[in-house]
């Protein structure tokens, strides 16, 4: 059974840097395009840094565009999130997802399109 594991999170003060994992077992996540997702209380679940299956095509928010940066360790079957300079308001629970349903090059930003989901991780920017 596909299943989606992410780590890394935490408390960390604004300013300061994580490093999110998202490890697959039963999928290969080379051959897959990959989300990352942040929900915070009461708002509504966004896509923050979604890479393509060709791994050519990327898509940042621009509430994070310049601070974070998604990356792929095939070798490990895993994919990271570098999130650096880190304030308040990115205060979230972090998914990780992954779909193989779409064209290679295409970018998926759409919860709905996604077909693997990890449990979520807490970050907590705070001093």
């Known amino acids: 059974q596909a299943q989606l594991v992410e780590s890394g999170g935490g408390l960390v003060q604004p300013g300061g840097s994580l490093r999110l994992s998202c490890s697959a077992s039963g999928l290969t996540l080379d051959y897959y395009a990959i989300g990352w997702f942040r929900q915070a209380p009461g708002k509504k679940r966004e896509a923050v840094a979604c890479?393509?299956?060709?791994?050519?095509?990327?898509h940042y928010a621009d509430s994070v565009k310049g601070r974070f940066t998604i990356s792929r360790d095939n070798a490990k079957n895993t994919v990271y999130l570098q999130m650096n300079g880190l304030k308040p308001e990115d205060t979230a629970v972090y998914y990780c997802?992954?779909?193989?349903?779409?064209?290679?090059?295409?970018?998926?930003?759409?919860?709905?399109?996604?077909?693997?989901w990890g449990q979520g991780t807490q970050v907590t920017v705070s001093s």
């Open positions: 997802a992954a779909t193989n349903q779409h064209p290679s090059h295409l970018v998926v930003v759409s919860t709905d399109l996604y077909d693997y």
């Open positions: 890479i393509s299956r060709d791994h050519e095509n990327w």
